[in-house]
Nanobody
Framework: QVQLVESGGGLVQAGGSLKLSCAAS????????MGWFRQAPGKEREFVAA????????YSTDYVKGRFTISRDNAKNAVYLQMNSLKPEDTAVYFC?????????????????WGQGTQVTVSS
């Protein structure tokens, strides 16, 4: 089982940057595909980005490409989401998730383990 704890959220002005971190329990982290999702008030949880077990392959949704970057450090059992050029519509609770296997999952049901989330608020 993988336990996940997100941090790094906060309030930022439009155009600003934030870096989210997700600390994972040591067990099974390096064998897990990791993903970031977000959920805005009144909306469903949506996929943001995913990264392979070795960090070489990544995939992100179109609306964050060129602005957000997912990365991981297996030595530190951590995954990150660097968010640049933030927009008010990026406001949401951001969740870290983990799944076994090799495929970079893109939907909620692909992932087995979830963190509690961290709030990101972008003001205009």
């Amino acid at each position: 089982q993988v336990q996940l704890v997100e941090s790094g959220g906060g309030l930022v002005q439009a155009g600003g940057s934030l870096k989210l971190s997700c600390a994972a329990s040591a067990r099974a982290f390096s064998s897990s595909v990791m993903g970031w999702f977000r959920q805005a008030p009144g909306k469903e949880r949506e996929f943001v980005a995913a990264i392979s077990r070795n960090g070489i392959s990544t995939y992100s949704t179109d609306y964050v490409k060129g602005r957000f970057t997912i990365s991981r450090d297996n030595a530190k059992n951590a995954v990150y989401l660097q968010m640049n050029s933030l927009k008010p519509e990026d406001t949401a609770v951001y969740f870290c998730a983990a799944r076994s296997g090799l495929r970079l999952g893109r939907v909620v049901n692909d992932y087995e383990y979830w963190g509690q989330g961290t709030q990101v608020t972008v003001s205009s």
